[in-house]
């Protein structure tokens, strides 16, 4: 430690001594899956209260609606619960956006709703790695940081989101608007690797919905006059599939439709995944998915409706962001902290805001595994070395080291 000076020594003592784990163990005791309103209503509650011990202005924003298309292939607006947005000191000559997110993909009546003690220094709960974990890092970094001597020269825009576990379409455009401006960005998802290794280039993420319809007919009298959609959806699901190549994976992952074995089937909507590695390959993408459903629906003789698109772009590791990622690694060796990163195949907010052209670093949170699994854990001891990691960051960001 000893490239550390001494006001950023006492800044990093204030991180590592901060209570999060008391703050992870209520918000987690709380289910805050992405559909229920309810908890997330509470949860943005007690995050408004403790974010509200920082300076600047706090709000909490309606959700834009979605259109989320059913099972029958009709539509229906998705209502999701409000965005917790801080603001401190907008006027700054040098801004960052710092994000998270409150909901978790444990509906309300999932088993998984409890927390206990694994081993000394591990607990398993719901959501206490992605992300509530992450969440009580920024909030302990950030009230260091405040009272640091550089504190004064940094803006920043919190924004802590409630559907991010279901692709931040209601939060796209408020994360979007609050990356203007911003010289860099870190967002709290958990480290890629349990050893703190860091997320580096990830794919984009598209979810699309497409609404077969076809002709009904008696499977026996007349099936002649006929148009299968089940077969045209399951038709289109292999000509899609047979995109994937090394930088594009492709999952066709469900086909709703169907009736009585005697009836030939008019509707069908079938559900697929897709995750290009750059532009070139999403660029590909979109223009296969359109040859594929002319082809399909001339040779099944149905019309076929696309629902979607590419939500999430894919992002890369360009100079911005390996000059904020060795500043992270460097501030990590002034710590005693060994920090890589590597490519992975997940997506997240970071995403969205490396499109705005906003350098990033997105697993910024705690150190820990089995996300999205009732086997969820929790390093307790990342939540003080990461709260450091992210303190001594943004003392360096406004201090005019990055």
């Known amino acids: 430690m000893e490239t550390l000076s001494l006001h950023e020594r006492a800044m990093i003592d204030r991180a590592r001594g901060f209570p999060t784990l008391a703050l992870v163990e209520q918000w987690a005791g709380i289910n805050s899956g992405t559909g229920n309103l309810a908890g997330l209503a509470t949860v943005a509650a007690l995050l408004a209260d403790a ?164 002709k009904a007919a008696h499977a026996g009298r007349n099936p002649e006059d006929g148009r299968n959609a089940l077969l045209a959806a399951a038709a289109l699901a292999l000509r899609l599939a047979a995109l994937k190549a090394p930088g594009l994976s492709v999952n066709p992952a469900k086909i709703d439709g169907g009736g009585p074995n005697n009836v030939v089937p008019d509707h069908a909507v079938l559900r697929v995944n897709m995750r290009p590695s750059t532009p070139q390959e999403e660029g590909r993408a979109i223009a296969e998915i359109d040859l594929a459903i002319a082809e399909i629906a001339t040779l099944h003789d149905v019309a076929i409706h696309l629902h979607g698109g590419f939500s999430r772009p894919p992002k890369p590791m360009d100079p911005p962001a390996e000059k904020l990622f060795g500043l992270v690694r460097d501030c990590g060796g002034a710590l005693g902290q060994s920090i890589a990163w590597k490519p992975t195949g997940g997506v997240c907010d970071g995403n969205n805001i490396a499109a705005c052209g906003v350098p990033v670093v997105d697993t910024m949170g705690v150190r820990g595994g089995a996300i999205h699994s009732a086997e969820e854990y929790l390093i307790v001891g990342s939540l003080g070395e990461r709260a450091m990691l992210s303190a001594l960051v943004l003392h360096r960001i406004a201090s005019g080291a990055y």
């Open 51 to 214: 974010f509200a011990a920082l300076p600047g202005e706090i709000r909490l924003v309606d959700a834009a609606p979605i259109d989320a298309v059913l099972p029958d292939g009709s539509s229906q607006s998705r209502v999701y619960g409000q965005h917790l947005h801080l603001s401190v000191r907008p006027g700054a000559n040098r801004r960052v956006l710092l994000t998270g997110h409150m909901d978790t993909v444990f509906a309300a009546d999932h088993a998984f709703q409890t927390l206990r003690e694994v081993e000394p220094g591990v607990i398993n709960g719901p959501g206490v790695a992605d992300m509530k974990g992450g969440i009580a890092v920024m909030l302990a970094a950030l009230k260091s940081f405040e009272t640091s001597d550089a504190a004064s020269a940094l803006g920043y825009d919190v924004l802590i989101n409630s559907d991010e576990e279901t692709g931040s379409l209601s939060s796209a455009a408020l994360i979007a608007e609050l990356a203007q401006g911003k010289i860099a960005a870190l967002t709290y998802e958990p480290a890629a690797l349990p050893d703190g290794t860091l997320a580096g280039a990830r794919p984009g993420s598209g979810n699309f919905s497409f609404i077969v319809t076809g």
